[in-house]
């Protein structure tokens, strides 16, 4: 007889922010008054837009009369809202009706929660180096998982492996940490294999909105088939800066079903059960993202950190250094040079540069080697980076 989840001592303990914080201190230690070049956490740095703003201001306000006052909110999200992100796919001729739409407080949430539709047998299949929640939520739940091959000389396409599994496929395009953006052969691939196998894919479109290349799907509703076998999570976190503000949207088709269940049938009745939705206020913030303006001004905000991105790109070329990402996706995953390990590269970028990464063991033993940078920071924080980095290579730092 047992009455606690013993799955929660499978988990590792999460050293990767700690260590990398406990690194620092011990520099700022030695070096008092000294800075160091922040590019590891994926944490935006630009305030919210004024779109935004406005809204959020003016739903306070209808907070504070009796005839426009809100209480609880629809569970599964404010009509408006999930019509108008509807609306958002359409536009691009991708087929998402507002029912399939689902409001979140954000994808980490729905990432966890969303494990509650499926028998805790069915494995979790996860290409690895990944954003490390995916397996922790799956070991918590008491869940196999599977890692599936990644071929780092392909830009760390995920594939999906010979064998037939049923599995939960976890995929996220653009990447984080590898900034790998799916091309449509490849997710076609695994839509295939999903239907041969009658397994759900998990399709993490978190930063979908920095894909920048015409043939690179920022859904994987632009594939065929795929409303028979995916959902979709995303958010506006890195989209229009809402990690401290929170809101995200999930879609499930109405097709969708497994068994004889219609997936989405079921997610309305959990969060009809578990929540009791996203706040007013909030959801009038996201609804803004929504507008013409609020798209234009998302764009801008995300073009410092694309510039960013040219920016280092631009430096680690000049350096004779190899990466992914950085194209399509705010994470730029370099290779550790001359077979440094990504610890002892994340030391020298320190030491040396005082230049703050996060190593990619943190993501997975595939990670191993790599280490990712985060086009979030600072623009001067960004180009100061480049130079120190460039210098390091000349003075063969590494
Ligand atoms: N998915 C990936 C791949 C992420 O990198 C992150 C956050 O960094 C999330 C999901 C979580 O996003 P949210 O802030 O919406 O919870």
Known sequence: ???????YTDVKESYLFADIRKRIDTWLKKNPGGKVLRLGIGDVTQPLMPSVIQALHEAVEDQTHAETFHGYMPECGDPGLRQAIAKWYQQRDIPVEW???FISSGASDELGDILHLFDRSLAAMIPEPAYPAYADANIMDGRKIIYPE????????????AEDIQALIYLCSPDNPTGAACTRQCLEQWIEYAGRTGSVILFDAAYESFVQEKNIPRSIYEIEGAKGCAIEISSLSKTAGFTGTRCG??????????EGLSLNKMWVRNRTTKTNGISYILQKGALAVFSEQGQ???????????????????ALDEAGLSYT?????????????????SWETFDILLEK??????PGAGFGESGEGWIRFSMFADEEDIREAGRRIIFLRNEKYF
């Open 1 to 7: 007889m047992t009455c606690m989840n013993h799955h």
């Open 99 to 101: 029912e399939e739409v």
């Open 150 to 161: 990644i071929d780092a000389d392909h830009g760390f396409m995920p594939v999906p492996p």
């Open 249 to 258: 949207y999930t879609v499930i088709p109405l097709s969708l079903e497994r």
């Open 296 to 314: 234009r001004e998302a764009a801008e905000l995300r073009e410092v950190y694309r510039r960013n991105a040219r920016n280092f790109m631009q």
């Open 325 to 341: 990402g950085g194209k399509n996706s705010p994470y730029i995953w370099m290779k550790c040079p001359d077979d440094h390990g």
């Open 353 to 358: 540069g005082q230049i703050v990464a996060t």
